[in-house]
């Protein structure tokens, strides 16, 4: 089966913790992507990697960090200075870069603090 | 930074008629694509329209996209039960990023 996977499927960070969310695809992607949604709004984007070893900060990436080391995988840690980290996390990739090019979703983790 | 803007924010409708939403964006974009999410789940991508392009058809999907007006529309025509999603559009904010739309919830009603 091709696709995106991304686990845990729920996440509990306890407060000044980090916490790695994981996606890997085996689609033979160029690009990944994080986003990040919350009740109600549209996906933000918080890092983009065109190719592996490179990737780019997108709108709201104070808090978090990623690695590209392998081509099918793009681990994002949430850190302790993300105050706000409660949210539903989805990874995304596509063929190439590019705004053109269709994105293919994981099933999302949700990220909960106790 | 969200520019696309998905008109209504809910819907509800029977089972077998039209859902028809709309997309308003700000800035000029060089495509426009739509996606579906099923409660809790990850986004599915329904269809690209470029913006030299005025209409897309995909089963029983249509889109339309005006770039005078900046406004695009998705119409699910004999909507089902496994219609109920959110539906999302998103444009080209550069060559490399895309700005999501918060989305229209539909509830198809049996």
């Known amino acids: 089966d091709g696709g995106i996977t991304q686990s845990p499927k729920y996440l509990f960070r306890k407060e000044g913790q980090n916490v790695t969310l994981s996606c890997e695809q085996n689609?033979?992607?160029?690009?990944m992507y994080w986003y990040r949604q919350d009740p109600g709004q549209g996906l933000r984007l918080i890092y983009y990697s065109q190719i592996v070893n490179d990737f780019q900060k997108g709108d709201i990436a104070e808090g978090y960090s990623v690695s590209r080391e392998k081509k099918e995988s793009f681990p994002l840690t949430v850190t302790s200075a993300q105050k706000n980290p409660t949210a539903f996390y989805l990874c995304?990739?596509?063929?190439?870069?590019?705004?053109?090019?269709?994105?293919?979703f994981g099933p999302g983790t949700r990220l909960l603090v106790l | 930074s969200q520019q696309g803007e998905e008109d209504p924010q809910a819907l509800s409708i029977q089972e077998g008629e039209n859902a028809t939403m709309n997309c308003s964006y700000k800035?000029?974009?060089?495509?426009l694509q739509w996606y579906r999410q099923n409660s809790g789940r990850g986004l599915v991508h329904l269809i690209l329209i470029r913006s030299n392009e005025r209409e897309k058809h995909s089963g029983r999907l249509r889109v339309t996209l005006d770039t005078s007006k900046k406004s695009s529309s998705l119409l699910i025509t004999a909507s089902r039960a496994a219609d109920t999603a959110s539906y999302f559009c998103a444009t080209d904010l550069n060559d490399y990023k895309l700005s999501f739309g918060a989305g229209t919830t539909v509830t198809v009603r049996a």
């Open positions: 995304a990739s596509s063929m190439d870069p590019g705004a053109q090019e269709t994105q293919y």
């Open positions: 689609l033979n992607h160029d690009a």
């Open positions: 800035t000029s974009i060089n495509n």
